[in-house]
């Protein structure tokens, strides 16, 4: 017998040792899909992949990567992805008014990578020196960006040229100037034209939207809201640590993704998010990275309605929820200095 209760209590002591340490539970499996090929501009999520952060929160998240061909938006919509990045708040506005039930959940970019280039010299040496060149501009572009350009800083329609996202057109011409990303297109000047051309980031301009957004659906916050935070939480990690990290990992895994994908452009993006304050900037500097604020998404709708984008009648108060963000996560991983 007292062998036997010997027994049953170590049993008990052991049992009890494994409820403490917490049950084993499989993770979660997550599809997230973006909108491009895999780039640095992706970073934090492949970051928290590759260092085993969405591991840490149970999460096993497939990235599936966007392109040409591939429209990850109606895929979320349709309940085959659970989240995807989306490009900025008109795409939220858009789902909105045509009653399609995703919502913007965080922003992991405080401002949009939106660019005008000009020739260093081509006498502009201010913003509004570039309503004296020729600009190229894409189809979407005059459709939303081009419209505020007109209604904010009285750029006009006849200063636009098509642009079909090749360089060479402004690489033979100083008097144009060319829209682009801050993270890609100043990199190809350089690489192509041999200079640094002047650089305008639209979001310095007032042209306030939130970029980089995380997306999902309705019934995945009404059902899994705890899936929902971890998920969140976990790629706001993942940014802090690609930004102020070792980020080998996470970029020899965006290369996988994308092989046509080079070290110097993954460098020069990820320095350029860090110059300009892309990620890590406004109100992310004191809530974390991923921030929402409701005077900023309506701040953004105004300039979008009086500018001709977005119909006055869109609720915009349901394109976005504050829920999962602002909890000063991963603040402690940001540079003191």
Excluded: C
């Excluded at 501009?137 to 960006?145: D, I, L």
Aim: hydrophobic share 40%; charged share 25%; aromatic share 12%.
């Amino acid at each position: 017998m007292r062998f036997r209760s010997l027994r049953v209590a170590a049993l008990a002591i052991f049992a009890a040792a494994l409820t403490l340490a917490g049950p084993a539970h499989a993770q979660d499996k997550v599809t997230f899909g973006t909108n491009w090929v895999a780039e640095a501009e992706h970073g934090g999520f492949y970051q928290a992949v590759a260092d085993g952060t969405y591991a840490k929160y149970g999460l096993d998240v497939t990235i599936v990567p966007g392109g040409p061909q591939i429209n990850n938006r109606i895929l979320l919509a349709v309940g085959k992805l659970d989240f995807y990045m989306g490009a900025n708040m008109l795409h939220a506005f858009d789902a909105v008014e045509r009653k399609i039930p995703t919502i913007v959940i965080a922003a992991m970019f405080q401002k949009d990578p939106q660019v005008l280039l000009a020739h260093p010299d081509a006498g502009v040496e201010t913003f509004d020196d570039l309503k004296k060149l020729n600009i190229l501009v894409s189809s979407e572009g005059v459709a939303t960006y081009y419209q505020w350009l007109k209604s904010e800083h009285g750029f006009r329609d006849e200063q636009v040229r098509p642009y079909t996202f090749n360089p060479q057109p402004f690489l033979a011409d100083r008097k144009l100037a060319m829209q682009g990303y801050v993270t890609s297109e100043p990199f190809v000047v350089e690489k192509q034209g041999g200079f640094k051309p002047k650089i305008f980031l639209l979001a310095d301009q007032g042209f306030d939207t939130y970029s980089t957004t995380i997306e999902t659906r309705l019934e995945v916050i009404e059902k899994k809201s705890d899936l929902v935070q971890r998920f969140v939480d976990a790629s706001i990690v993942g940014w802090y640590n690609y930004l102020y990290g070792d980020n080998r990992k996470a970029n020899e895994l965006i290369k996988h993704h994308n092989p046509e994908m080079t070290d110097d452009l993954i460098a020069f993006s990820t320095e350029k998010m860090r110059e300009y304050g892309v990620v890590d900037s406004g109100d992310a500097a004191k809530l974390g990275i991923g921030a929402l604020s409701e005077a900023r998404v309506k701040s953004f709708f105004d300039k979008m309605v009086k500018a001709g984008v977005v119909k006055p009648s869109v609720d915009w108060r349901r394109s976005f929820t504050t829920q999962f963000v602002g909890r000063k996560v991963g603040l402690d991983l940001r540079p003191k200095n």
